[in-house]
């Protein structure tokens, strides 16, 4: 076969996520080659990203290449792709799961029982907080992982609040000072796993190919189930909600809810099921009756 294009951010994160798959496919006998490309959520640093806009923040420039035939896929972290794709694209393979929780790394030790000003960039975690650890005071920190982490260490924050995902690819395990229960920080959906898009021009050959090499069969239910929920709530960057799937034996287990942005009021259901979409469907049913559907409404008037 022809070799492979892999589109890809420029990050030392993405970079790493874009190897390991070129090492799969190259594996399975496929010769690659790596295109570097930088996304809007890349170049706007000074403005969270749930003002910048939800749809495609880190995803829309590698889409232009994927319909334009520079690139036959793009590797993106299974978190940050829109819970609806733009018509002709669609996700062909999910690499299999990580360790899904949300982490604190820190120079020194931290307790959450006292006053901490911890960074992130999420509406998720920082709802979380308020919810759980009202006294822990959260910041606005944008950038990759390099740039967050020097940010901590000149002074703007405790701690940063980050995917363990992340964390562990990067190697900096030994900065890891407390690991958040998925209980109550349940993820963002699709964290720890890695989605590749590609786009209809793309031949069947290759997609076939491709997902021979790269598809985790049991990550892409979960997520599948995940991203269903997400997609029936019409959630984006800026919308806190979540989800997590798990299997138990042969059934799926389906944990997810929302959560409201100042924290007062926290919705969680859980569903067992056999067919992914549709118990990711039933999941965001439940949360909307239960609801949800008015704090959506006031999270949407508050953005």
Known sequence: METIRIGTRKSKLALWQAENVADQLQQAG????????????????DVSIAKIGSKGVFTEELEEQLASGAVDIAVHSAKDMQSRLPSGFEIIAFGAREKINDVIVSEKPI????????GTSSTRRVALFRHFYP????VDVRGNLQTRLEKMKSGLCDGLVLAYAGVHRMGYDPMIRYELASDEFIPAVGQGSIAIEAHDSLSQEKKDAIRSA????????????ERAYLARLEGGC????????NWAGDQLVISGGIVSLDGTQRIVKTLRGNEPISLGNELAEEILKAGGDKILAEIRNQL
């Open 238 to 245: 800026s919308i806190p909600v979540f989800a997590l799937a």
């Open 30 to 45: 496929y010769p690659t080659e790596l295109v570097l490309k930088e996304t809007k959520g890349d170049k706007v640093l």
């Open 111 to 118: 307790d959450l029982s006292k006053n901490l000003v911890l």
């Open 214 to 225: 790269l598809n985790h069969p049991s990550t892409e239910s979960r997520l599948l189930a």
């Open 135 to 138: 006294n822990v005071e959260t």
